[in-house]
T-cell receptor, first 114, second 112 residues
Framework: AQSVTQLDSHVSVSEGTPVLLRCNYS??????LFWYVQHPNKGLQLLLK??????LVKGINGFEAEFKKSETSFHLTKPSAHMSDAAEYFC????????????FGTGTKLQVIP | DAGVIQSPRHEVTEMGQEVTLRCKLI?????LFWYRQTMMRGLELLIY????????DSGMPEDRFSAKMPNASFSTLKIQPSEPRDSAVYFC??????????FGPGTRLTVL
C-alpha cells in the first residue's frame, strides 16, 4: 500500500522569496516519487522525478526536491519564486518501477504575491 | 514526439447523449491511465491499462462508463448515457519503463 500527504493545501509567498511545498509518503517498497504542476485550465506537467538514483533531484523551472528516506519526505523547493510559478502542485508516489498505478496527493496551491 | 494527444479538447452535450473521449499514447509507452478532475473531488483515477489489458477499473464510477484499448497506442473512454454530474476535465496519461506519467491536455466535458 502507498499513500502521499501534502501538508499544505495553500502556500503563499512573495515574488523572489523561497518556495517550500511539503510532501510525506508511505510505501511498502522503495518508491518512485514525482512532482507535477498544473497551471489554471491546463494539464499536468511533470516537474521532476526520483527513481532511486541521486536523492537530490533537479527539475524544470529551477525546482528541486530531496528524497529523505528517514523522514519519508520529498519536499519541493525553489530558491526564488516567480509570478509564473503560481499553480497547483501535486506530489505523487508509485511502485518502484514507476510505470504502474500511482497515488496523487491532494495538491498544494501556490500563490505568488508581487 | 507529439506527446499524449486527446480529442476532443472540449465537448458540450445534452444529458442522455453518448460521449466518446479519445487518447493517443506516446510512442513506446505501454501503460495508459484515465483520470477525471473536478473542483469537488480533485483528481480521480478511473481506470488503467498495462500492455492493452485493463488492470484496475475500480475507479470507474458506474456502468455508464466504459474504456477500451483496441491497440497499443489508442484508447477510448465512453459515457453512455451521459449525465450533468459527469461534467469534468478528463485526462489520459501514458507511461513507459522510464517511469513518470505524461499527461495529455485534457478534455473538458460539459453535460447540460
Amino acid at each position: 500500500a502507498q499513500s502521499v500527504t501534502q501538508l499544505d493545501s495553500h502556500v503563499s509567498v512573495s515574488e523572489g522569496t523561497p518556495v517550500l511545498l511539503r510532501c510525506n509518503y508511505s510505501s511498502s517498497y522503495s518508491p518512485s516519487l514525482f512532482w507535477y504542476v498544473q497551471h489554471p485550465n491546463k494539464g499536468l506537467q511533470l516537474l521532476l522525478k526520483y527513481t532511486s538514483a541521486a536523492t537530490l533531484v533537479k527539475g524544470i523551472n529551477g525546482f528541486e526536491a530531496e528524497f529523505k528516506k528517514s523522514e519519508t519526505s520529498f519536499h519541493l523547493t525553489k530558491p526564488s519564486a516567480h509570478m509564473s510559478d503560481a499553480a497547483e502542485y501535486f506530489c505523487v508516489v508509485s511502485d518502484p518501477g514507476g510505470y504502474q498505478k500511482v497515488t496523487f496527493g491532494t495538491g498544494t496551491k501556490l500563490q505568488v504575491i508581487p | 514526439d507529439a506527446g499524449v494527444i486527446q480529442s476532443p479538447r472540449h465537448e458540450v452535450t445534452e444529458m442522455g447523449q453518448e460521449v466518446t473521449l479519445r487518447c493517443k499514447l506516446i510512442s513506446g509507452h505501454n501503460s495508459l491511465f484515465w483520470y477525471r478532475q473536478t473542483m469537488m473531488r480533485g483528481l480521480e483515477l478511473l481506470i488503467y491499462f498495462n500492455n492493452n489489458v485493463p488492470i484496475d477499473d475500480s475507479g470507474m464510477p458506474e456502468d455508464r462508463f466504459s474504456a477500451k484499448m483496441p491497440n497499443a497506442s489508442f484508447s477510448t473512454l465512453k459515457i453512455q448515457p451521459s449525465e450533468p454530474r459527469d461534467s469534468a476535465v478528463y485526462f489520459c496519461a501514458s507511461t513507459g519503463l522510464a517511469g513518470g506519467q505524461f499527461f495529455g491536455p485534457g478534455t473538458r466535458l460539459t453535460v447540460l
